[in-house]
């Protein structure tokens, strides 16, 4: 069996609202973690660790993560239509979607948007 993804990194330039975005529009469990991080907690022990002002993580990347660089989907259990009216109703706009796209279980229909730094955020529904 090949090796799954436990976690991945992605940089903030201000914790307290990116926290709250995170929290607020996809639900994370938010927990402060070693070295002046955060931890974005998902389902299935899948987990975001947050790097940002005054972090200083060992070892690191050869050219760290910054804010607003990452690219990120995320699985929505609901349609297309639903994470629509989810983003709205936490004023999130949406910048493209519902589009037709391949994801890690195959076809599936995404809706894009941005965190508070530009990171790329997309959640894909295989409904």
């Known amino acids: 069996m090949p090796p799954r993804i436990d976690h991945v990194v992605i940089a903030v330039s201000d914790y307290e609202r990116s926290n709250r975005f995170y929290a607020d529009v996809l639900g994370v469990e938010v927990e402060e973690i070693s070295r002046g991080r955060y931890a974005y ?3 299935d022990g899948q987990q ?34 639903e994470a629509v009216a989810h983003l709205l109703s936490h004023g999130v706009e949406v910048e493209l979607g519902p589009a037709a796209r391949t994801g890690g279980s195959g076809r599936g229909t995404s809706v894009y948007f941005r965190d508070p730094d530009g990171t790329l955020l997309e959640l894909i529904s295989y409904r």
């Open 41 to 43: 907690r998902l389902a």
């Open 48 to 81: 975001l660790n947050v790097h940002g002002p005054g972090a200083s993580p060992v070892p690191r990347a050869a050219d760290p993560v910054k804010p607003g660089n990452s690219d990120l989907c995320f699985r929505w259990d609901g349609r297309p239509e």
